[in-house]
Structure formats: structure tokens, C-alpha cells
């Protein structure tokens, strides 16, 4: 079992910068693989980007790729996104996900993850 706790999000001008952070309960935190979804009102939850177990490869969707970079710190339990030059266009609520996974590849698809936080608001206004 692994419990998510999101925080960090805000209201912040168009171009400005975030950084969300997920923590994580439970001592195998290492053995999983994770992920930052979004979802905008009247949309459909969208993958935002993953990363390994060991940090070691990342994924990104192409809408934030060279904007967003997902890290962690498995001796913290604990998951980043930061997010700079935001737009508009990323307002949405955003999510930290989890599923039990120790290989290279990571998946991008909501149905494959486990555990999900709570979400946090991300505003960016124009």
C-alpha cells in the first residue's frame, strides 16, 4: 500500500514557475514507478510525465516536454514537478500516481498506476 499526498500548486502568471511535490508513505517507495497526471475541467485526465524507480528514465508528454521535469528522492519518499514557463493552457488539477514496477520502461497510461493522490490546483493565468 502506498498513500499519495500532493502539494505546491497555486496561482501563478503565464510564464511563471511551480513545483509540485508528491510524498509518499510505505518503505517500498523505491519499488515504484511514478507519475504526474492532469486534468482541466471538461477533459479527461492526461498524462503529464513518469519516472523509474531509480530515477534513471524519464517520460514526458510532448505538450511539456523541455518545460517540465519530473525528479525524485527515494531516501525522502518524495516526487517533484517543476514546471516552468507555464501557460494557461496547463491549468488543471494534478496528480501523483504510483504502480509497483522495478524495470526501465514506465507506463504512460492512467489505467496502470495503483495509488493516486488527491490532486492539487494549478492555476496560470494570462
Known amino acids: 500500500q502506498v498513500q499519495l499526498v500532493e502539494s505546491g500548486g497555486g496561482l501563478v502568471q503565464a510564464g511563471g514557475s511551480l513545483r509540485l511535490s508528491c510524498a509518499a508513505s510505505?518503505?517500498?517507495?523505491?519499488?515504484?514507478?511514478m507519475g504526474w497526471f492532469r486534468q482541466a475541467p471538461g477533459k479527461e485526465r492526461e498524462f503529464v510525465a513518469a519516472i523509474s524507480w531509480g530515477g534513471g528514465n524519464t517520460y514526458y508528454a510532448d505538450s511539456v516536454k523541455g518545460r517540465f521535469t519530473i525528479s525524485r528522492e527515494n531516501a525522502k519518499n518524495i516526487v517533484y514537478l517543476q514546471m516552468n514557463s507555464l501557460k494557461p493552457e496547463d491549468t488543471a488539477v494534478y496528480y501523483c500516481?504510483?504502480?509497483?514496477?522495478?524495470?526501465?520502461?514506465?507506463?504512460?497510461?492512467?489505467?496502470?498506476?495503483?495509488?493516486w493522490g488527491q490532486g492539487t490546483q494549478v492555476t496560470v493565468s494570462s
Open positions: 500516481a504510483a504502480y509497483a514496477y522495478s524495470g526501465s520502461y514506465i507506463s504512460t497510461l492512467a489505467a496502470k498506476y495503483d495509488y
Open positions: 510505505g518503505r517500498t517507495f523505491r519499488s515504484y514507478a
